[in-house]
């Protein structure tokens, strides 16, 4: 077993907070990981882990050698990506996390496409609106919505995109026009996420920033499913323009407050920074990038 090996099984030991967790990453038996792992601190002389019925955790000194391991690591699988990359296809498994709306309206042709220039690519994708956790739950990477306030993970743009603030005409015409959005407190909402209360974001013409709390008997973490109360006549809500064009184009959405627009926001492919991209992880990232450039 070399030294690279060895880094390895330990990197992933606390990546993935187990031994039997690591084991199945890397195809190994739970007894051998833990055998090279205590071989590791022999050869060191010095304890990397805390070790309890319930969890590891890294000493100071296995922390240390976990940011110079995963250095090392990142080092050798560049120079060995700065090769194939001139003659190899990229050659590999990837598993991708993305919110339902987004990943039904755009991942289709880009994954095809992606799929068609590089044959020996496996994929795998798991459509869910709630925020997995990549490293615990084996992800490669995922494409989130919005900021990022994870600092763990590392990121990419691919894309942007508009909220707007909509209902149908059935609604609007029960209900007195709205010209401030101080006045949708008077109204029905529907809501995003989790909670008892909402915040929305505009910006007002002079440029500052206003922001409405809000409260309501209808929340969603899924932007189909407030689409479709909103056509309904249910409220009003406000949601991505990739979820609400087509019903907006269609006529039975009306924008509201369209003189107070939100900022955009970012789509982006995030991924962990203790885990160098793999030349599939790098390749699909890069091919998001061209193709929203393109558009």
Not at 47 to 67: A, I, V
Not at 101 to 130: A, K, M, T, W
Not at 137 to 155: C, V
Request: charged share 20%.
């Amino acid at each position: 077993m070399s030294r690279l090996e060895d880094m390895q099984i330990y990197v992933e030991v606390l990546t993935r907070g187990s031994f039997s967790q690591a084991a199945t990453q890397l195809g190994l038996s739970k007894q051998y990981v833990s055998r090279r792992v205590a071989a590791l601190e022999e050869r060191l002389g010095v304890r990397l882990l805390h070790r309890t019925t319930r969890q590891l955790s890294p000493t100071s000194l296995g922390m240390d050698y976990l940011e110079r391991a995963s250095r090392v690591l990142a080092a050798a699988d560049e120079a060995d990506q700065a090769i194939s990359s001139h003659s190899v296809l990229p050659k590999g498994k990837l598993r991708l996390s993305a919110p339902m709306s987004y990943g039904q309206e755009h991942l289709p042709s880009l994954v095809n496409g992606f799929l068609q220039q590089c044959p020996e690519v496996q994929i795998e994708v798991d459509l869910s609106d709630r925020i997995v956790d990549l490293l615990s739950e084996g992800y490669d990477m995922a494409i989130r919505i919005g900021r990022l306030p994870d600092s763990s993970l590392l990121a990419r743009k691919i894309a942007t995109v508009r909220y707007l603030t909509v209902a149908s005409p059935t609604y609007l015409v029960k209900h007195k026009p709205l010209q401030h959005p101080e006045q949708l407190k008077q109204h029905t909402c529907l809501l995003y996420g989790h909670g008892q209360a909402s915040e929305w974001q505009f910006r007002l013409s002079d440029g500052q920033r206003y922001t409405v709390g809000l409260s309501g008997r209808y929340r969603s973490n899924n932007g189909e499913l407030l689409l479709a109360a909103a056509i309904d006549g249910l409220g009003i809500t406000q949601i991505p323009d990739f979820i609400a064009a087509p019903a907006l184009a269609a006529g039975r959405l009306q924008m509201v407050l369209s003189d107070f627009e939100r900022d955009s926001s970012v789509i982006q492919v995030v991924y962990p920074q203790h885990r160098q991209p793999n030349t599939v992880v790098r390749a699909f990232i890069d091919f998001l990038v061209a193709a929203s450039h393109g558009k």
